[in-house]
């Protein structure tokens, strides 16, 4: 057991001492899928035959197995975002962040559930069934990244690759008691992550820790000659400056964050969050984002729109199915993706929202001039039954106006498991940072998970 | 009274020659190739394939637009232009929208009416703007069959404004773009293999005409297009027809219906391809995957340096400097490789001249040498395919040696005159016919090793 719920950076260190080889880490973890993922389905497909190349053992992530969110691409292994339109697609190409993986010696063994196309917050949008929270079954993982999540909290693979577009890291590692984050748009390439929307979607890792973060972000951060948006600034070295001070570090608390509608049991772990904050020597800011209640409305305006055109490739002619194996979440938002950019709309909805976006983009410019990260709730409550919100869209897309926001700004945010509610039921803590700022956000996400010390873990 | 004049824009697509294609690394040559053996990712638009802009195919499209004298436009972008068609894989086509690269530009050059009077006229570009060619359906049978070759080859949309009033100029127009594009280099513009395409919108504009002489305008309230013609005398021929099928609708007090056509060059006529209830919404919006471009100021002037000099200034130039006729600067100008050919001949010839006995180089004072050789190419006396110096050297056996002997034919001359006696007062007297007579003595005395004109101004001068 303890080889599974082992770190990323305690694996390395059993591999590098000959205690444990990268095959009987695959084998067990192997096993353990076999046994849990029938009953929380967290993964899609899982990979036959995983390969570990000996010749890599100088590798940063030599012989750490992993699994990658159902969005992104793997030469000859399925890929169906979800969707029962891509059920028997077997890509042609690697996705770019699967690549550097994989040359950092990195063993790929499933593929995770996810909401189909990334369109949720819970996976019940997935054709392939829910996945279930390891905390209760009863509960949702969330999403859309949710059976990342899930796999990476009941040790079916030591870290997972999930996508953020509007949440879909930071909300399932809230929701299962993992660490997630969604970088600056531009660290990581996208290429070959299936679209959802272009502007917001984000490649991220979830982890156990938040050193295990920024080690898996030093392999798969930086300049992509295939994803012309990515920055060609060289990324930093996260995982090295993870250990520095941070005493003196202002935190924001943006008022607009903690509006009713919050649960009470989030916002005593965001309190009990903040008072670690201040024993560790920073201070307390209280900020304000006034643009903050206009960011739901402009994202689904955005998001909408950019995948609708995204899914026109899916036009029943190749890939195998037709277009009625789009979901009914998927048709929804193609078509009030399809209304805003349609001529005559395009002003007043499309344009108009990518004004607001420059304002919320202002809201953080202003906020980071005078703090260094923001904290927040990643979710306003913690995860819900399977089923509560499925008839009500709308109730689902008010799960992500807390993480919302920093897709808009391209800016990074962490969610850190910070306890759990009377229940049992996981509730995480928001860390937002400035753009490519991650060393900094790394670094008091990983103090801050030193001060709490501890959690439980699935069994 | 009233009259029809008829409006014409034009739309012009023009494929770059780059070695890859707009937004991937496969490569652009694709003409003729297998089906789909150019394609990858980006360009079959599999799931999470992303695009890379081209430099080289940007940098190109700037500097048709400065060949074209618009202004380059330091901020551009492109955007997604949505339709449903098989051969287009993403179901958008990467395109630009609002921001073209360049735009509000010109082209001039001279047009001869029908009393042959030489006239500049002046045409208004609006825009050019890069975008990606979409693939290819090939119909088989019962079978549609794709082929994904050409889908990311760099198309370059030239945009003129609606300027044109009748097709011979706007078959001039396209002339003479199509000789600025080929000096460019940046595309074959192979009107038979497709990589440059013809668009031309028509509608007739109604002119009243009182009684005071004053005119009324009235602006058309309808467009027709046709699409993809690939040759100028179609073009020519499609407008003429839709001038004639316009007229007649309006003549009946309707409106042509605004629509795209098609043109049917057996037949000669357009027929109807899509009306305005079925045009597309496109559904245009930024594209997310490629941030905007920007350029500085330097970056365009650097490109602008790599300008050639265009034919319409090469032509004025080769009649200064070489002192050609006009119609055979504008025949030489017209092909970049015959243009440097003569020149480089024109060089050669002096190089040997040089070399030559002094008699031989006063040549013939009414016509320069530039002209005497350009004769030869435009006449096809002699092929361009020969080396320029093998040229210069047949051009001098076959003009100047004739004339290197001068004193031989003065000789001749004299004898001729001396010897015919008859036919010289007979020409004196006015019959001046029997000049022929005596330059064929001339000729007959040198074994016909003269140009006939030569002696014939010599003797004319001579019997003056």
């Excluded at chain 1, 996208?190 to 920024?214: F, H, N, Q, W």
């Excluded at chain 1, 919050?262 to 900020?287: H, P, R, T, W, Y």
């Excluded at chain 2, 009107?191 to 504009?205: A, F, H, T």
């Excluded at chain 2, 330097?298 to 490109?303: G, V």
Aim: aromatic content about 8%; charged content about 30%; hydrophobic content about 35%.
């Amino acid at each position: 057991m303890d080889i599974l719920k082992a770190s990323i950076s305690k694996l390395r260190q059993l591999i590098k001492d000959n205690k444990i080889s990268s095959e009987e880490i695959v084998a067990q973890i192997s096993e353990r899928i076999n046994k849990e993922n029938p009953k929380l389905n967290a993964l899609l497909t899982v990979v036959e035959k995983p390969e570990v190349n000996e010749n890599m053992k100088d590798k940063p992530l030599y012989g750490i197995a992993f699994t990658l969110k159902d969005t992104y691409v793997t030469k000859g292994i399925r890929t169906t975002a979800g969707s029962r339109l891509l059920e028997n697609y077997i890509p042609q190409y690697d996705a770019t962040v699967y690549k550097k993986l994989k040359e950092a010696g990195a063993v790929l063994i499933g593929k995770t559930n996810c909401d189909a196309w990334g369109h949720g917050s819970s996976t019940e949008n997935s054709d392939f069934g829910v996945t279930k929270n390891p905390w209760n079954q009863d509960y949702v993982a969330g999403g859309s990244s949710g059976g990342s999540a899930a796999a990476v909290a009941s040790h079916l693979s030591p870290f997972s690759i999930g996508e953020d577009t509007g949440g879909s890291i930071r909300q399932p590692a809230s929701f299962c008691s993992v660490v997630g984050l969604k970088v600056s748009y531009g660290l990581v390439s996208r290429y070959g992550s299936i679209a959802y929307a272009s502007s917001l979607d984000t490649v991220g890792p979830i982890t156990k820790t938040v050193e295990d973060c920024a080690l898996v972000l030093d392999v798969i951060a930086g300049n992509d000659n295939q994803d012309a948006t990515t920055n060609p600034a060289k990324p930093s070295h996260y995982s090295k400056s993870i250990n520095n001070d941070i005493k003196g570090f202002k935190i924001g608390i943006p008022k607009e964050y903690f509006v009713e509608g919050i649960d009470k049991e989030v916002a005593e772990q965001v309190e009990n969050s903040i008072k670690l904050f201040k024993k560790m020597g920073c201070e307390i800011v209280d900020i304000t984002m006034p643009m903050t209640r206009y960011a739901l409305s402009t994202y689904y305006l955005i998001a909408t729109s950019e995948t609708s055109s995204n899914l026109g490739r899916y036009d029943g002619i190749r890939y195998g199915n037709s277009r009625k194996d789009f979901g009914a979440e998927a048709k929804r938002r193609i078509m009030l993706g399809t209304f805003t950019l349609s001529a005559g709309y395009y002003d007043a909805y499309y344009k108009k929202a990518t004004k607001v976006r420059t304002l919320i983009k202002n809201d953080f410019d202003q906020a980071f001039k005078k703090v260094d990260i923001i904290l927040a709730p990643v979710s306003p409550t913690p995860a819900f039954k399977i089923g509560e919100k499925v008839n009500n869209p709308l109730q689902m897309y008010l799960s992500d106006i807390l993480t919302i926001p920093v897709n808009l700004a391209g800016i990074p945010a962490l969610s850190v498991p910070a306890g759990f509610t009377k229940y049992k039921l996981p509730v995480g803590v928001q860390l937002i940072g400035n753009r490519f700022e991650e060393e900094k956000l790394l670094n008091i996400g990983h103090k801050f998970e030193q001060e709490r010390g501890e959690l439980p873990s699935i069994d | 009274m009233y009259k029809y004049q008829p409006v014409i824009g034009l739309e012009i697509h023009v494929e770059l020659k780059t070695k890859s294609k707009m937004f991937c690394q496969d490569s652009a040559d694709y003409f003729g190739k297998k089906p789909n053996t150019h394609v990858c990712p980006v360009c079959l638009g599999l799931p999470g394939a992303l695009p890379v802009p081209n430099k080289k195919a940007i940098e190109w499209t700037i500097l048709i637009g400065q060949a074209l004298n618009c202004s380059i436009n330091k901020v551009s972008k492109f955007d997604r232009k949505h339709y449903f068609y098989p051969d287009l894989p993403k179901g958008y086509q990467i395109s630009q929208y609002d921001e073209p690269i360049a735009s509000n530009g010109w082209l001039k050059f001279q047009i001869s009416n029908f009393k042959f009077q030489i006239k500049e006229k002046k045409f208004r570009i609006h825009r050019v703007h890069l975008e990606e060619d979409t693939g290819k359906l090939i119909h088989s049978g019962s079978d549609t069959l794709v082929d994904f070759n050409r889908s990311g080859v760099p198309l370059v949309e030239i945009v003129t404004e609606p300027d044109f009033d009748n097709s011979d100029d706007v078959k001039r127009f396209l002339e003479e773009l199509h000789t600025i594009i080929r000096y460019l280099g940046v595309s074959d513009a192979d009107m038979e293999k497709g990589s440059m395409r013809l668009e031309p919108n028509i509608s007739l504009r109604k002119i009243s005409i009182q009684d005071s002489g004053f005119k009324i305008q009235e602006l058309p309230n309808y467009k027709v297009e046709v699409k993809n013609i690939n040759s100028f005398n179609f073009v020519k021929r499609a407008i003429e027809y839709e001038i004639k099928r316009q007229t007649e609708i309006l003549e009946k007090g309707e409106t042509p219906a605004q629509e795209t056509r098609g043109f049917d060059s057996v037949k000669g006529i357009t027929y109807s391809q899509r009306s305005k209830e079925e045009a597309h919404d496109y559904r245009y919006f930024p594209e997310p995957d490629i941030p905007p471009l920007e350029f500085t100021y330097k970056e365009i002037e650097d490109i602008k340096k790599k300008l050639p000099e265009l034919p319409s200034d090469k032509e004025k130039r080769l009649i200064k400097e070489y002192r050609l006729k006009a119609q055979d600067a504008f025949i030489l100008t017209r092909d970049l490789r015959i243009a440097d050919y003569f020149e480089k001949v024109t060089d050669e010839f002096n190089k040997l001249m040089l070399v030559q006995d002094k008699a031989s180089v006063d040549i013939e004072k009414q016509q320069s040498l530039g002209q005497t050789i350009a004769n030869l190419i435009v006449n096809k006396r002699l092929s361009t395919s020969l080396d320029p110096e093998e040229f210069a050297k047949k051009a001098i056996t076959s003009t100047v040696t004739y004339i290197a002997d001068r004193e031989k034919m003065d000789k001749a001359v004299s004898k001729v005159i001396d010897d015919f006696p008859k036919a010289v007062e007979d020409y004196k007297a006015g019959k001046t016919n029997s000049i022929m007579f005596l330059v064929g003595q001339v000729m007959k005395e040198m074994k016909g090793q003269v140009d006939a004109n030569t002696v014939k101004k010599k003797l004319i001068k001579i019997l003056k």
